[in-house]
Structures are given as structure tokens and as C-alpha cells.
């Protein structure tokens, strides 16, 4: 009975272990983003960490954490600080029609109800957009571009991911006031738990684009976005980066 307590196996242990890396991962997080300029990067890093966790693949996550903010960070960033700025834009647009624009009636609601629609726009941007650059080689041009597709493609996904993450920041507000340390508990994973959650619902569409060929180690090739058809096929012309990388893969499966 102890030998099978003290098994790493052990789904006891398993949880304490996944813990630990929400933990890590959250300290991580916070640190990376503390220049806020680098949130996009440490943002990147966090779902490459969490997707690989979900796919059962992670194999250190200060090591992978590290590796994915140094190979997106340019992306990352040129992504991120526009989104920045247009975030800023936003919030002080609602309060200028909300405050200077009091006394408008239908106008000042119609562009309020306007800006929270753009709003949307842009948290369904935030959702995929960290997430799609971490799993896909492409230029930030159609990461972007791919990233808007999918959060509308998968609407269903999309709304269950908001909730999802509406419900632990509500249940973990309440807690605060009746059980303080479910909320503590909470905040020790802070946005890595978030995180985990729209990987698992991310990876099932992630999955449908990567190529059919390399289903069993689909972890040792990063593929071109741009060159999966949407069944998961690849396009007839494949970049020669995705072609060669399948042939490696390929040869390597021979010998």
C-alpha cells in the first residue's frame, strides 16, 4: 500500500506535481511581465508550457518557458504593443462617451455599445493569438489573421473559454469572503490556471491542423500555419520548410 502511495504515478502525486508546475509557471508569468512591453512573450511562453502540459509533453517548465519567450519575442512584442495601445484607446474612448457624452442619449449609447463590441474583438484576439504564435510558425501577419478565424471559426470554443475563465475569477472572488484560502489557493496558480483551461479546448483545434503524417510525434515539428489545408492536410504547395521537415521526420521513423 505505501510502495503504491509513494508511486510518482500516482494520480495523488500527479496532482501535487501539476501544482507545482501552475505554481512555477504563475511566478514565471508574473516576472516576465512585470516590463509589460514583454507580456506578449511571457504570454507566448505560458501557452507553450500549458499546451505541451495538456499534450502530456512537458519536460521542464522553466526550460521550455525560457525557450519559447527567447524564439517568439520579436512577434510577441510587435503583436503585443499595438494591442497595448488599442487597449488604452478603448478604455479611454468608453469613459469619453460615457462622462463627456453623458447628456447625448442614443449617440452616447450606440458608440459605447460600439467601442464593447470592438472590446470583444479584442479579447478574442488576446484568447488566441499567444496560443496560435506558440504552436505555428508563420508571420505576424497571418498569426494574427489566423488567430481571428479560429476565435470566430469556433465560436462554441470561444464563449466556453470567456465563461470558463469568468467562473474561476467570480468563484474565486466569492471565496474570498467565505473561505479565503480556496482563494489564495487560486492565486498561487494565477493566469496559468486560466491558461490550462483554454488549452485543453484549444489543443482539439489546434490538432486539426497540424499535418496527418507526423500524428505520432507531432510534438518534434513546429508547422507552417499557412501550409495546412483545413481538413489537416497539406496544401499542394507546401513550403519547403514544412516538406523538409516531414522528410526528416520520415527518415528518421525508417532507419
Not at 510587435?78 to 497595448?84: A, C, D, K, T
Not at 488604452?88 to 457624452?101: A, Q
Not at 496559468?192 to 503524417?213: C, G, Q, R, V
Not at 521537415?245 to 521513423?253: G, I
Request: with cysteine; hydrophobic share 50%.
Amino acid at each position: 500500500m505505501l510502495q503504491g502511495f509513494f508511486n510518482y504515478d500516482n494520480p495523488i502525486w500527479r496532482f501535487v506535481g501539476r501544482l507545482g508546475d501552475m505554481i512555477m509557471l504563475n511566478v514565471l508569468w508574473i516576472v516576465c511581465s512585470l516590463p509589460v512591453f514583454t507580456i506578449g512573450a511571457s504570454t507566448t511562453a505560458l501557452y507553450y508550457c500549458t499546451l505541451k502540459i495538456v499534450r502530456n509533453e512537458d519536460y521542464g517548465d522553466i526550460k521550455m518557458f525560457f525557450k519559447s519567450f527567447r524564439l517568439n519575442f520579436k512577434q510577441a512584442t510587435v503583436i503585443w504593443i499595438p494591442m497595448l495601445i488599442a487597449a488604452c484607446v478603448l478604455v479611454f474612448d468608453f469613459n469619453f462617451f460615457g462622462h463627456v457624452m453623458a447628456e447625448a442619449g442614443a449617440m452616447r449609447i450606440i458608440l459605447q455599445a460600439l467601442t464593447i463590441a470592438i472590446m470583444v474583438l479584442w479579447l478574442f484576439l488576446f484568447l488566441y493569438v499567444w496560443p496560435v504564435l506558440s504552436r505555428f510558425d508563420n508571420t505576424v501577419k497571418n498569426t494574427v489573421k489566423n488567430a481571428v478565424y479560429m476565435s470566430v471559426r469556433y465560436l462554441g470554443s470561444t464563449f466556453a473559454m470567456l465563461i470558463s475563465d469568468v467562473i474561476v475569477i467570480v468563484f474565486a472572488y466569492i471565496c474570498l469572503f467565505y473561505a479565503g484560502w480556496i482563494t489564495a489557493f487560486v492565486l498561487l496558480m494565477g493566469y496559468p490556471l486560466l491558461a490550462w483551461i483554454n488549452s485543453t479546448m484549444l489543443e482539439h483545434i489546434f490538432e486539426k491542423y497540424m499535418p496527418k503524417e507526423d500524428e505520432r510525434k507531432v510534438h518534434e515539428i513546429k508547422p507552417i500555419l499557412q501550409d495546412v489545408n483545413i481538413d489537416g492536410s497539406l496544401k499542394t504547395d507546401v513550403s519547403r520548410e514544412t516538406e523538409t521537415a516531414l522528410e526528416n521526420l520520415k527518415r528518421s521513423e525508417n532507419d
